[in-house]
């Protein structure tokens, strides 16, 4: 097997943010999160005795969740679903399976509503976008990285627009006839968090359902708290006719809003495969969501960003808008061109950002860039999707190598960006020692 990093997770002695490698010894401060897939960082006590007496319960056995009901699954869909903007769910083993899922219903919807004949379906995606390389990567557009993922197979034609031409393209009533979806990754992740406006969005959202086409929102990086709401569409304004959700949320699927659930009326399982969601993962997402709830941790995601925005400020050649619990700097707006505005305080004391901490972390910054060239650009955030920009890739690329020489994990996206992936439950002490690295590798380029 291939690996990102050249390391070896213990599992008992990882703890909090840090990852303990067994090769070394060493251990990890981990800002990459397992491609932001941890909510809670590793070995959290919301994990008691009662959540491994439950997984054990269950453990030798892997369920075939289709073929029959099962306590498990009944009191995690009662904890689950009603975050969900519908209880039609489809849960599936990875994301790329979900948007699979979420594309077939939204064929057979408008095979038996709008007479589109299977053959002439297309899905329109944005630009830029990533939906997995499952069948081949359909949906996923072909730039960058994902285009030499995607190579070796065929390509189905599907529709890769910016917003603008997407907008265009729905403008034409002739459009509708053979489009059975639009496909939106409302911050694409994979390819340098980027974030799209808001209002081109709504625009966007609007003029396809009025043509009657399934808007599927994939929420899968985007979703399941990390933005500091459930599902960052609710920040958009944006209702999905299917919401595909994944990583923090440990579960992958699909939520369908009635009007095109038809695809759950079909006697013949259309969606179904032999495994679909597995229990032990529903068990984590139940005892995540007591974390949430218990330590307000989504509230406080938007000071988890304020934190690490100061702690580079120093570094930034634009002066960006400070985050705040809207981030309505990262709404499709260059940084430098809206007001300044506060920072939010925290409102978790178990997680409450001090200013004095922050403060120190930004004055030692300040004296490491006095003689230092500003590196980077373009800080965005929507909660704990942190991301910044580099001049050029080979920079960028020194600077991973770097943190990683210095024990912390970060993650390149793009051709120029790091993605920062804390989890929720982070702690001030574990951020300060993470920016602090930082600004030393900073420092030195």
């Known amino acids: 097997m ?4 050249p ?5 008992a002695k990882s703890h909090g943010s840090y990852l303990h490698d067994e090769f070394s010894g060493q251990r990890y401060l981990d800002l990459f999160s397992g491609y932001a897939s941890l909510p809670l960082g590793y070995n959290h006590p919301i994990f008691d005795a009662s959540f491994y007496l439950e997984v054990q319960q269950v453990a030798a056995l892997r369920m075939t969740n289709n073929v029959m009901s099962s306590a498990p699954l009944r009191a995690f869909l009662q904890e689950f679903v009603p975050h969900l903007p519908s209880d039609k769910v489809h849960f599936t083993c990875t994301g790329a399976l979900a948007v699979e899922a979420a594309i077939k219903t939204a064929m057979t919807h408008a095979h038996q509503h709008r007479a589109i004949e299977p053959s002439q379906m297309q899905v329109l995606c944005l630009r830029d976008s990533f939906h997995g390389v499952n069948a081949w990567g359909f949906a996923t557009d ?3 990285v ?4 995607m ?5 189905a034609g599907w529709l890769h627009l910016s917003i603008d031409e997407a907008l265009a393209f729905l403008s034409h009533s002739s459009a509708a006839q053979r489009t059975v979806a639009l496909l939106i990754e409302p911050i694409q992740a994979t390819n340098g968090d980027i974030h799209l406006p808001k209002a081109s969005l709504q625009a966007l959202v609007q003029t396809a359902k009025a043509q009657g086409i399934c808007v599927i929102v994939d929420e899968i990086q985007t979703g399941f708290g990390v933005t500091g709401t459930m599902w960052y569409s609710q920040q958009l304004g944006i209702a999905a006719d299917i919401l595909v959700f994944g990583k923090k949320a440990q579960v992958c699927g699909i939520a369908v809003a009635e009007a095109f659930a038809s695809i759950f009326s079909s006697p013949y399982q259309k969606l179904d495969v032999t495994f679909d969601g ?11 969501l ?3 709830r218990r330590d307000g941790l989504l509230e406080n995601t938007a000071n988890i960003a304020a934190f690490f925005q100061q702690a580079l400020t120093p570094f930034m050649q634009d002066v960006a808008v400070p985050v705040s619990k809207d981030s309505s700097f990262t709404q499709g707006l260059s940084p430098t061109s809206l007001p300044t505005t506060s920072i939010a305080p925290a409102t978790t004391a178990s997680h409450a950002l001090t200013s004095p901490s922050m403060a120190a972390v930004a004055r030692s910054a300040e004296q490491k860039t006095t003689e230092h060239k500003r590196l980077l650009s373009h800080f965005r955030a929507a909660g704990c999707l942190i991301a910044f920009d580099f001049d050029d890739t080979q920079t960028r690329d020194r600077f991973v190598a770097d943190c990683f020489t210095r024990r912390l994990l970060v993650n390149k996206a793009g051709a120029r960006a790091i993605r920062l992936r804390p989890n929720l439950a982070i702690s001030p002490v574990e951020m300060a020692a993470a ?4 600004t030393e590798v900073l420092a030195q380029l």
Do not use: C, N, Q
């Not at 597995?278 to 995540?288: C, E, F, K, Q, T």
């Open 142 to 144: 072909r730039v960058g």
């Open 278 to 288: 597995d229990l032990i993962d529903m068990i984590r997402a139940r005892y995540v």
């Open 151 to 155: 190579e070796d197979y065929p390509d």
């Open 2 to 5: 291939k690996f990102v990093f």
């Open 435 to 438: 920016a602090t690295i930082m």
């Open 290 to 292: 007591k974390a949430y």
């Open 7 to 11: 390391l070896s997770i213990d599992f």
């Open 146 to 149: 994902t285009a030499k993922r």
